[in-house]
């Protein structure tokens, strides 16, 4: 899964990207208006952490252009401002969340789940498709009951196509959603094609009900056996 937290104070920028990656996230950050927009328009999130307090202007300019545009990612305001004018215009922009700031890590992660949780997964911890079942609490993986062993890129690959499941995938979509922007620097897709031949092998192996099919120069798709 992938947030990006927007945030000018560094220390705060700091302490949640260092929090969220332990929690498994892939994790971008920004700390103006401008550098987030310019984010916005190049890649997709699963969430962001909107400060409204940036000093190029306001946080709500963002939501007011991710409504234009019809962005669709999940926002969560994390702010000191906390009067209810504030978390009204949020929320009526069509923010999902606002934490006030100060706020205990642990309850950011579970805000983050809890967008995730409504926007992909009808609000459940679980996801189920033919035998395979994926815990997005625990990050673990089971077919038939039974732990895969994945690897942490392997399982957020497996996530990531369970979000989409019998959708055509590309290459490039699939890169930059588990392993960010920095997939800017690679020359080839040859590790993307490392991870998937390991994880299409596991998945066989336990007789999983599902497999990720090629659909040649593309990119591939989840669909069941």
């Not at 994790?27 to 307090?53: F, H, M, P, Q, R």
């Not at 690959?157 to 369970?162: P, V």
């Not at 998945?203 to 669909?223: D, E, Q, S, W």
Request: aromatic letters at 8%.
């Amino acid at each position: 899964m992938k947030v990006l937290i927007i945030e000018d104070e560094q220390d705060m920028l700091l302490n949640m990207k260092t929090f969220l990656e332990k929690e498994m996230f892939v994790v971008e950050t920004a700390t103006s208006l401008l550098e987030a927009s310019d984010k916005i328009g190049v890649y997709s999130y699963d969430c962001i952490l909107l400060d409204i307090n940036l000093k190029d202007g306001s946080g709500f300019q963002l939501l007011e252009e991710l409504k234009s545009k019809k962005i669709e990612d999940g926002v969560i305001i994390v702010s000191a401002r906390n009067s209810l004018d504030d978390r009204l215009e949020g929320l009526n922009l069509g923010a999902d969340d606002y934490l006030a700031k100060p706020f205990h890590m642990a309850e950011l992660n579970a805000r983050v789940k809890a967008v995730l949780r409504r926007r992909q997964f009808n609000g459940n911890n679980k996801i189920s498709i033919s035998n395979l079942s994926i815990d997005l609490e625990d990050h673990k993986a089971t077919i038939k009951g039974e732990l895969l062993n994945l690897n942490r890129k392997e399982f957020e690959i497996l996530l990531f196509f369970a979000s989409n499941q019998n959708r055509l995938v590309n290459k490039s979509a699939l890169a930059e959603h588990v392993w960010g922007d920095h997939i800017d620097q690679a020359d080839n897709f040859e590790f993307i094609y490392s991870q998937i031949k390991n994880l299409r092998k596991k998945l066989k192996m336990a007789n999983a009900g599902v497999a990720i099919k090629a659909v040649y120069g593309i990119g591939y798709k989840l669909v069941e056996e």
